[in-house]
């Protein structure tokens, strides 16, 4: 006998007609450069109004020793818990157009039984789309305009965004394998992946989540508010440049991909991997890229 997707899950009682709404979703502890999944994230339940309308079992999904809850011990007792939560919240943009937010850490066990329970959810609001995002990093210099890999389900989906000209192996996430096996069941699925210049991937940066941000009101229609992540950004891209100019070593290697970007745009006339026209990394390039800041993951703090 098989087991129940809809035993993972908990859903309020009270949730509106959501027919033909967008299911966004990011989950942390996978590949996110520059936090900018995460700041979107923040930035849009920071932003918006929202309340969550479904919860995940995060017992049956969650391996706490490999990811420990923080908690605040005080004088002589336990006196906070940071449970982790795996949820689906309703929010509003800017017009009232109702959309979804899943957020939470992601599943260490039961992936196929998760993307199965998801995929009820989906079937049972009549959402239209889900879409994931994250960061990744990439040799690219932060004085150049960012770009973004986008996939999805359908190529209709992806609109002018150009396809890798190589194909990768890379290390499997949950966000992957949901937009897979959505494709699998005739649900339409997209993902963008931010770049982040390579010297910036462990660090904070706010110009790579307006990249995002930016990316997923065009693909959906929704009118996402930009104000807050626009400020940090600029002061964010500030900082960088004074932290830059103070440094040789960095300087000299933002001079060495600024030199590479102008040199490709010069010969070919496109825009090196920034919108549409993107000259893209080859699959070893990409792999170790990844293999690499996965390594430093591990290494460090999550």
Known sequence: MGLDPEELYEVDSDVPDLDGAVLLHFFEGFMDAGSAGRLVTEHLTGEMTHRVIARFDVDRLIDYRARR??????????????????????????????????????????????????????????????????????????????????????????????????RIQVPGSMAAVLEYRFGEWGLDALGFAAHVPHYLAQSTYPAAALHLLRKLGEATALALPDGELASAAQVANAEIDRQVAESGEVADVVQALERQYDTFTAASGQSLLAESQEHLPTADELGSQFERFLAEQDGGER
């Open 69 to 166: 809850p923080s908690m605040t011990y005080d004088l002589d007792h336990w006196a906070e818990y940071e449970a982790p939560e795996l949820v689906v919240r309703l929010l509003h943009d800017g017009d009232g157009t109702p959309f979804l937010l899943l957020t939470g850490p992601e599943p260490d066990r039961e992936w196929e039984l998760f993307a199965a329970a998801v995929r009820r959810l989906v079937e049972r609001w009549g959402v239209r789309l889900t879409v994931g995002f994250h960061g990744i990093p990439m040799g690219t210099p932060h004085t150049r305009p960012l770009g973004v890999t986008a996939h999805a389900t359908r190529a209709a989906l992806l609109g002018e965004h150009q396809p890798l000209p190589n």
